[in-house]
């Protein structure tokens, strides 16, 4: 069974920092597309960042020069490190694997506020 388990949400300040990991258990992405998408109250779920099975990296406008991506193939991980950050990054934030079909975490909460 797929799983992606996401950590390392919560409360930080504006201006702070962040790291969120996702582990992959049962299974190895090594060949998947994976990466964060996130979603604000009332808002659609949009791309934060992904890194494919070959290395390439795509991120939002957005978070560029603020977060970044990557990824662990030996321990099926991949982690968001997210810097300088602002109210408007407050969202549910959710790992993704895509290989053929899309896979997704349960989510875990960002606040950005004082």
């Known amino acids: 069974q797929v799983q992606l388990v996401e950590s390392g949400g919560g409360l930080v300040q504006p201006g702070g920092s962040l790291r969120l990991s996702c582990a992959a258990s049962?299974?190895?992405?090594?060949?998947?597309?994976v990466g964060w998408y996130r979603q604000a109250p009332g808002e659609q779920r949009e791309l934060v960042a992904t890194?494919?099975?070959?290395?390439?990296?795509n991120y939002a406008d957005s978070v560029k020069g603020r977060f970044t991506i990557s990824r662990d193939n030996p321990k099926n991980t991949v982690h968001l490190q997210m810097n300088n950050l602002k109210p408007e990054d407050t969202a549910v934030y959710y790992c993704?694997?895509?290989?053929?079909?899309?896979?997704w975490g349960q989510g875990t909460q960002v606040t950005v506020s004082s």
């Open positions: 993704y694997a895509c290989y053929v079909n899309d896979y």
């Open positions: 049962g299974w190895s992405f090594i060949f998947y597309t």
């Open positions: 890194v494919s099975s070959g290395g390439n990296i």
